[in-house]
């Protein structure tokens, strides 16, 4: 059960970036001018949410329960997670060459070393799962039992 409670951990923390990323965004915005905002890629967000936090992706699909893969069966959803900590870690990349903003770029820098660490620990996990013979009972995707 301590994967569990790693998997929980972890997603905790991922809840407590949002929150991270959408005081960075207030506190970039919360000065700029109408004019700034209208002639920024910011207008579009702002005609819909103003200056408030709306958890969105840089095209403006809403964060939801679909950006979150279950499978049931955790070598798949290990694997999930891992691609999910190097995709975010990409992001994050991604803004740091488009930054050039001291304060900016030592919270995702922060946020990026967090991301490296989660693909660590969810690497660590895969490995102990695929392993661990006395694990492989929770693993369908290791069981030599089928219906047929
Ligand atoms: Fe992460």
Known sequence: MAEEHFEHDVGTEELAHLE???TLVRQLTKNATTSE???SSYGAYFMNHG???????????????GSIAVSGDPIADLTEDL???????A????ILRMSDDPDVNDVIKFLRARE??????????LDQLQ??????????????????
């Open 51 to 65: 200056r408030g936090v709306f958890p969105a992706d840089s095209t403006g699909v809403p964060f939801n329960a």
């Open 83 to 89: 691609a999910a900590e190097q995709k975010a870690r």
């Open 91 to 94: 992001v994050y990349d991604n």
């Open 20 to 22: 991270i990323v959408g």
């Open 37 to 39: 905002i209208e002639n």
């Open 131 to 148: 392993n661990t013979p006395a694990l492989q009972g929770f693993c369908p995707g290791l069981a030599s039992e089928t219906k047929n």
């Open 116 to 125: 490296i660490v989660h693909f660590q620990r969810f690497g660590e996990a």
